[in-house]
């Protein structure tokens, strides 16, 4: 199995750690990123636009709450209740978070093998979407993610951490959550199995 390349601070990173660095004169905190400039970083890591959704479209009951969250690194906006109907893996995840990073080389490698089952990524609680652009361009996800920059799904969803995993079914139904760590490739291949019935 091939290793995660290292998360170095990379694209946007140093020059915000080189700033920081300075110890005469005032402070500048540099301006965020705009919204060309995300989009960019997310076609240069090759990740996905979010599908478009329906606005409209209200949950199923057990499923995916209604969300106007925007799409990491584009001007698309997703309700999850409006995802299509099929077997979808959802993982919750942010560039500070350790344990994500472990997970990570599992993530990407069950999603490109498993051609009858979505990954979605939800960037939780992270204040950098550009960091978080490179974290999931390094990952080498090739599937959409959205942003939760408050973490307006944690009730919502009963998000005690991270990170933790959705799987939801055909119908929309969330029919299971994993919390914490997926500690293998096997392991998301079993429950992926076991809930979607697919191998």
Known sequence: MRTLPGFAVGVVAPALLVAGCATTGPQETAPPPSSAELQQLREDFAIPDCPVTAPDAEPVDRGLPRTQLPCLGSDVT???AGLERRPTVVNFWAQWCGPCREEAPFLRDVSQAAEEVAFVGVNFDDPE???ALEFAGLAEWR??????PEGTLRSQ???P???MTLFVDE???IVEHHFGVIESEEELEAAIAEHFGIS
């Open 161 to 163: 951490g991270l990170p």
């Open 171 to 173: 119908t929309g139904a």
């Open 157 to 159: 969803l009963g998000v």
């Open 129 to 131: 979407p550009a960091w």
């Open 143 to 148: 599937y959409p993610h959205v942003a939760d």
């Open 78 to 80: 997703v309700n999850l």
